[in-house]
């Protein structure tokens, strides 16, 4: 450990709609926190975030949140600010890659695959009025919202504006998809490594926020149940579009496999969780990574982007 890091400050909590799931990481930390015997302070990502921040003074800030406020690049701002260094990514690939409409537009562009999508923009427009240029069946989900908050899978025309509705209720940004039935693959990068992907079979066929952090039936296989060819394209293709998008540290990128040859990604967490349910956390477990050593290598790689404190 960086002998540096006398005094931590673990953030939780948060002001977006994930503040449930950021609870539960932050929990989970400092467990970890615990039984390393390193000395921390939680601090709410509330309104008086940067007052008390500058009133602990901490060496660095452990970022255990998630979602608007937290992943999008503005509590890293904060940080920045106050030249406090912090785990995870910095500002660029952070709102990069919360902006599910502009991270798609973005990857596309470099030739990494992904589903047919159409981004919309809802702030003066009335969803009825709305018109989608991608056939049936759909994925619609929020823009810059996670844990498959405000999401909704579309198999019928007239589905599709209660759809639009429930992701406004997130943000006036959505990002429309195209429906790829297939296996859910999870891979995740830890320190410029690629982890072992892990396969996700939610029982309710849909891996939603129930099957993600309340469900006790979601299966989670390791290493997944495709040819070692397409397991080692995930992993290739995470490297790329973590390098791409300037991250630190550590991320996790899903992916849908259609037809069990096509890896097509879906979206980039730059934050991911650190629940006992979450994905990076069980491809670090099997690839010998103990949750404790994973919570030491992140907080080891906490720093600022400018060169200066």
């Given amino acids: 450990m960086n002998t540096k890091i006398k005094k931590v400050a673990l953030i939780q909590g948060g002001l977006g709609a994930e503040r449930e799931v ?10 970890a926190f615990d039984e390393l015997n390193i000395s921390y302070t939680f601090i709410e990502a509330d309104t008086d975030l940067t007052k ?3 009133k602990l003074n901490p060496d660095c800030a452990f970022l255990a949140v998630h979602g608007q406020y937290a992943e999008d690049g503005t ?25 599910k409409c502009f991270f798609k537009d973005y990857i596309s562009r470099y030739g990494i695959p992904t589903p047919d999508y159409q981004n919309l923009n809802l702030e003066n427009q009335n969803p009825q009025e709305v018109k989608i ?16 908050l405000g999401i909704s899978i579309c198999k019928k025309k007239e589905e599709l504006v209660p759809a639009l509705k429930k992701a406004l209720q997130y943000d006036k940004k959505i990002l429309v998809e195209s429906y790829i039935k297939g296996m859910e693959i999870a891979a995740s990068l830890l320190t410029g490594k690629a982890l072992t992907p892990v396969e996700i079979v939610p029982k309710s066929g849909f891996y939603d926020y129930t099957s993600k952090y309340e469900s006790e039936e979601t299966k989670y296989i390791l ?16 490297c790329q579009t973590a ?22 990604v879906l979206e980039m967490n730059t934050l991911p969780g650190l629940t006992t349910h979450s994905l ?14 994973l919570v030491l290598k992140i907080l ?7 060169a200066f404190k």
């Fill in 243 to 264: 390098h791409l998008s300037h991250i630190r540290t550590y991320c996790r990128l899903d992916f849908i496999i259609k037809n069990n040859t096509v890896p097509l």
């Fill in 280 to 293: 990076l956390p069980k491809s670090a477990q099997h690839d010998g990574i103990h949750f404790n050593m």
């Fill in 22 to 31: 950021s609870l539960m990481s932050a929990q989970s930390v400092a467990k």
């Fill in 52 to 54: 008390n921040l500058k």
């Fill in 133 to 148: 240029n991608i056939p049936l069946p759909l994925v619609i989900k929020p823009s810059r919202e996670g844990s498959t």
């Fill in 223 to 238: 290493p997944p149940r495709l040819d070692e060819k397409i397991t080692r394209q995930c992993k290739e293709i995470v």
């Fill in 300 to 306: 080891q790689g906490a720093r600022l982007d400018y």
């Fill in 75 to 99: 509590l890293q701002g904060i940080c920045e600010y106050l030249k406090i260094p912090y785990t995870g990514s910095g500002i660029l690939a952070s709102t990069l890659c919360m902006d």
